[in-house]
């Protein structure tokens, strides 16, 4: 079993920076794809970023993309997301999320995901 705890939510004023951070124990998650999702208030739960294992690898949503930066530190088992230049569309409840390892693609479904944190709020006002 994962446990992930997900961290560094907020207000924040648009146009400004927040660092979300995740932080999983359990188990190591160095072989795990780790993602970031995001849900607004009467809203589906979207993909934000995803980043393998060993990190080489990050896929980024278009509405994300160029704004947010997802990374991680398998030495400290913690994957953050990093979000500039934010708008009031960002708020949401942040998730972070583990997906066990033997798969051959990358993936942004949320379905494909075997763990899940609690989620943190992010709050953006214009």
């Known amino acids: 079993q994962v446990q992930l705890v997900e961290s560094g939510g907020g207000l924040v004023q648009a146009g400004g920076s927040l660092r979300l951070s995740c932080a999983a124990s359990?188990?190591?998650?160095?072989?795990?794809?780790m993602g970031w999702f995001r849900q607004a208030p009467g809203k589906e739960r979207e993909f934000v970023a995803t980043?393998?294992?060993?990190?080489?690898?990050?896929y980024t949503a278009d509405s994300a993309k160029g704004r947010f930066t997802i990374s991680r530190d398998n030495a400290k088992n913690t994957v953050d997301l990093q979000m500039n230049s934010l708008k009031p569309v960002d708020t949401a409840v942040y998730y972070c999320?583990?997906?066990?390892?033997?798969?051959?693609?990358?993936?942004?479904?949320?379905?494909?995901?075997?763990?899940w944190g609690q989620g943190t709020q992010v709050t953006v006002s214009s």
């Open positions: 980043i393998s294992g060993g990190g080489g690898q990050t």
């Open positions: 359990g188990r190591t998650i160095s072989n795990y794809a």
């Open positions: 999320a583990a997906r066990r390892p033997g798969f051959t693609e990358m993936s942004g479904a949320a379905k494909f995901y075997d763990y």
